[in-house]
């Protein structure tokens, strides 16, 4: 196998990102269900991942102009596509705790919960719908100029080696410092989780052949999912808490699977992130 069958080219996989994110958007257009919506909020956080990865680069055109204004958007988009993505998921994690239960009560709790998610998942599609239309053609215009700015540096092209050592290197600086220390702070963990993500997305810039660095953005994706996981029910525990209280039979099953996801999610960092 070539080194050049191993390579990364960072500005190319950035261009098919934003191909990616055309798509989505105009399918989430036409209708904004869970996989669409999905891919969207992923393919902006992939973007992301490109931006970190060509700020560690050198020999890439000053793009600073346009990749503010595209970061401000797709941080708009993200967070639109966000609020329906979360509804979506919490929505699933209900259904399954009320199918594998025999307790009417927790039934009937988990039907007004659903309720409650259903009509907030409208509105935040109803949102993310309004921004597509109304920003979605200027998202379009500051990409394209932002791939005209990096096209000298279109043929970039860099070892997977050096990808997997950048990956861990912007793990390393933008996690919070001695994190380890404080795996029970919420928002240290939270961000933990987006830190790897990001570096996940930052490692898969090597080809599926580089299989020593594909391994280690695998090793990112575990942490992320885990993370998300523990997340997921740490939402959902907090908003059946302020809708049905803390007595809810519901309640106390999502905080229960909420202890369950933080203790495996606390056992990864320390196994994976070694």
Not at 21 to 32: D, K, S, Y
Not at 56 to 75: M, Y
């Amino acid at each position: 196998m070539t080194a050049s069958s191993t390579a990364a080219h960072p500005v190319r996989t950035l261009r098919e990102h934003t191909t990616a994110l055309e798509a989505a958007i105009t399918v989430c257009l036409a209708a904004p269900e869970r996989k669409p919506v999905h891919r969207l909020r992923t393919t902006t956080r992939r973007i992301e991942g490109q931006f970190a990865l060509l700020s560690t680069l050198s020999g890439v055109p000053e793009h600073d102009k346009q990749g503010r204004r595209v970061r401000s958007l797709l941080t708009k988009f993200r967070r639109a596509a966000g609020e329906v993505r979360d509804a979506d998921v919490q929505m699933e994690l209900l259904e399954s705790v009320a199918a594998s239960s025999s307790s009417r009560s927790l039934r009937k709790d988990a039907a007004t919960l659903h309720s409650y998610l259903k009509a907030g998942r409208d509105k935040a599609a109803g949102r993310l719908l309004k921004l597509l239309r109304r920003r979605g053609a200027e998202l379009a215009g500051v990409l394209e100029r932002l791939l005209a700015a990096l096209e000298p540096a279109e043929s970039l092209a860099i070892s997977s080696a050096k990808v997997a050592a950048l990956a861990s290197q912007w793990f390393s600086q933008n996690v919070p410092p001695d994190f380890r220390s404080s795996l029970d702070d919420p928002d240290q963990l939270h961000a933990v989780r987006k830190t790897a993500k990001l570096a996940r997305y930052i490692a898969e810039n090597a080809p599926e052949s580089a299989t020593g660095t594909r391994e280690l953005a695998k090793a990112f994706e575990s942490v992320q999912e885990a993370g998300g996981r523990w997340h997921d029910w740490l939402v959902l525990a907090d908003f059946a808490d302020e809708e049905l209280g803390a007595s809810s039979a519901l309640t106390k099953s999502f905080t229960r699977r909420c202890r369950l996801a933080l203790t495996k999610y606390q056992r990864r960092l320390y196994d994976k992130l070694d």
